[in-house]
């Protein structure tokens, strides 16, 4: 247990759906981040908050719309998601301070696309 | 933009025994940091080790070790004494200290899947 959580951890959906994924941190932390992860490749950064603002969005589709509320909650929104976009969605949070941070991850959300 | 390399993409070591994960990064800036990441069958990531490029010290926490090599661009994870519970993915990462005003981005290897043998 890291003090991230995730929900749903599993999600099927089809293409014309809309779903969210959800991540709450109880780690008193100011930045939130989300990355996909896929089967054979690494880790891809996808969004970044700080302090509630959207500081770098990596060229993620416009299907993929993030929501950060307040510093302990962090929202990922789906629409017309097409198959290839299925993937574990991990979400995660760090204390930054000066010019170093550590990202400690939550157990993720397996998503499937039909 | 910096990458990071995993060249083994699967280890297997006995239980009790020794073994090292090899990660080579590319990079022009002075100063990171480097981590290490596992992550079980779970899918939670778990961090299992932090370096300072700054120091020198290689960094330690019970059973793992790191061999970090700054000129060589090389930081190794050594785990000691291997348990069944060390079975995971683990992932080289490496974030510039350099980062934007906050928040920051780390740059991820492709992972090496560690088995123990019983």
């Known amino acids: 247990e890291t003090g991230v959580t995730q929900t749903p951890r599993h999600l099927v959906m089809g293409m014309t759906n809309k779903k969210s994924l959800k991540c709450e941190q109880h780690l008193g932390h100011n930045a939130m981040y989300w990355y996909k992860q896929s089967a054979k490749k690494p880790l891809e950064l996808m969004f970044v908050y700080s302090l509630e603002e959207r500081v770098e969005n990596n060229s993620v589709p416009s299907r993929f719309s993030p929501e950060c509320p307040n510093s302990s909650h962090l929202f990922l929104h789906l629409h017309t998601l097409q198959p290839e976009d299925s993937a574990l969605y991990l979400c995660?949070?760090?204390?930054?301070?000066?010019?170093?941070?550590?990202?400690?991850f939550g157990p993720g959300t397996r998503l499937t696309v039909l | 933009a910096q990458t990071v390399t995993q060249s083994q993409p699967e280890m297997s070591v006995q239980e009790a025994e020794t073994v090292t994960l090899s990660c080579t990064y590319d990079t022009s800036e002075s100063d990171y940091y480097l981590f290490w990441y596992k992550q079980p069958p779970s899918r939670q990531m778990i961090l299992v080790i932090r370096?300072?490029?700054?120091?020198?010290q290689n960094a330690t926490e019970n059973r793992f070790s790191v061999n970090f090599q700054k000129a060589a661009k090389s930081f190794s994870l050594k785990i000691s004494d291997s348990q069944l519970g060390d079975a995971a993915m683990y992932f080289c990462?490496?974030?510039?200290?350099?980062?934007?005003?906050?928040?920051?981005?780390?740059?991820f290897g492709e992972g090496t899947q560690l088995t123990v043998n019983p």
């Open positions: 990462a490496y974030r510039s200290a350099f980062g934007e005003t906050s928040g920051s981005r780390l740059t």
């Open positions: 370096q300072e490029a700054y120091k020198q």
């Open positions: 995660a949070s760090s204390l930054y301070r000066g010019s170093t941070d550590t990202q400690y």
